[in-house]
């Protein structure tokens, strides 16, 4: 019993219309089937005629078939109406359901704007940026810490591979000399001639300066 006393909504309605509009398309399509089906036998019908030399029965017949197309064109035209109708019907739902969304959207955000508070939104914007500052400056701050850091291991790396092919310079060089120099063996007095050029008075003289009787 509820239902039979609910107010219609906007939906209900048009689809009400929409099923009202299809059933007269329908309607309309076989008047035109019918219209068609006529047609043909009023065709027959004047051939016939002609056939057998009747021209009053086929001008008249002629006539009947005249206001029949006239008919079945209308046919046509209101179908097309009808269609219209139903698109149209079908723009306008569409149309008041964008404005119920928007005003929808409306008071959604006349609600928020109630809730928000412009001020305290503002301030709190304002300490974001100002923490981020200070996070991007003690980030650089690491960052040049870690750069000089790294950057002295470098130059000491550096320094020292310097140091290398120095000392890898002079190596060469050296050898260079050495090979071209005389040999230490040949400058230097064998211990066996060091050992014969000593006399025993001098170890003897040695051993006393040492205490050794």
């Known amino acids: 019993m509820a239902s039979l006393f609910k107010k219609k909504t906007v939906d209900d309605v048009i ?19 019918a219209l068609e089906k006529q047609e043909k036998q009023l065709e027959l019908e004047i051939k016939k005629m002609a056939k057998i ?98 950057d002295a291991s470098d130059d000491e790396e550096e320094s020292q591979d310097i140091v290398n092919q120095v000392l890898d310079e002079i190596g060469i060089e050296i050898s260079g000399k050495m090979a071209k120099a005389p040999s230490a063996a040949r400058s230097l007095p064998s211990a066996s001639t060091s050992k014969a050029t000593i006399s025993d008075e001098e170890i003897e003289r040695q051993l006393k300066a040492l205490g050794v009787d």
């Not at 309607?27 to 089937?33: E, M, P, Q, T, V």
């Not at 005249?66 to 306008?92: G, N, W």
Request: aromatic share 2%.
């Open 53 to 150: 030399g009747n021209k009053e029965a086929c001008r008249v017949l002629a006539k009947q078939l005249v206001q029949l197309r006239k008919q079945k064109t209308r046919t046509f035209a209101v179908s097309s109406k009808v269609t219209s109708m139903s698109t149209q019907t079908k723009v306008m739902n569409s149309q008041m359901k964008m404005a119920g969304a928007m005003s929808t959207t409306a008071k959604t955000m006349q609600a928020v704007n109630k809730k928000m508070d412009p001020q305290k939104t503002l301030q709190t914007m304002q300490n974001f940026q100002k923490e981020n500052m200070k996070m991007e400056m003690t980030e650089e701050m690491i960052n040049d810490t870690l750069d000089d850091i790294f």
């Open 15 to 33: 689809k009400e219309q929409n099923r009202e509009l299809r059933g007269t398309q329908r309607a309309i399509s076989r008047d035109r089937a």
